[in-house]
């Protein structure tokens, strides 16, 4: 499954693709989304980088991108924000962190040196959740 255009819902403050089967990349418009609350986008199949624009989420309270493909270095204004952040078990390069918490990202077995991972093979997606408030 590929990743919903969603990119007119400017409004969106709740955004879940939980287990959806998604083989795509995380689409740099998510970033426009300046009222987003929470951003669930676990356990899915994402691969490629976290895209850079998702560091101007200024009112995101939760970031799930756990369980994933994603590689590449995570951008340092993720690395340094407050909130509830978990990333753990992608694909990761780079230096990770000293500890594998720091404030309250999470990086369990995100880094890794091999190429390869294993997701859950699923069926059907176990939750789809889209909130949009307003135009």
């Given at each position: 499954m590929s990743f919903p255009d969603l990119q007119d819902m400017k409004?969106?403050?709740?955004?879940a693709l939980r287990d959806c089967l998604i083989t795509?990349?995380?689409?740099p418009y998510l970033g426009e989304m300046k009222k987003l609350k929470i951003l669930?986008?676990?356990?899915?199949r994402l691969t490629g980088k976290i895209p850079e624009s998702l560091q101007s989420l200024d009112s995101i309270d939760y970031m799930f991108l756990n369980d994933n493909l994603l590689s590449g270095e995570v951008p340092k204004g993720?690395?340094?924000w407050k909130e509830?952040?978990?990333?753990?078990?992608?694909n990761f390069t780079g230096s990770p962190p000293?500890?594998?918490?720091?404030?309250d990202v999470n990086f369990v077995s995100s880094y890794s040196s091999s190429k390869s991972s294993t997701i859950k093979n699923e069926t059907e997606p176990k939750f789809y959740f889209v909130e949009?408030?307003?135009a």
């Open positions: 409004n969106m403050t709740r955004l795509d990349q995380i689409p669930d986008l676990s356990f899915n993720i690395l340094n509830n952040v978990d990333l753990s078990y992608n000293s500890t594998c918490q720091q404030n949009y408030n307003g």
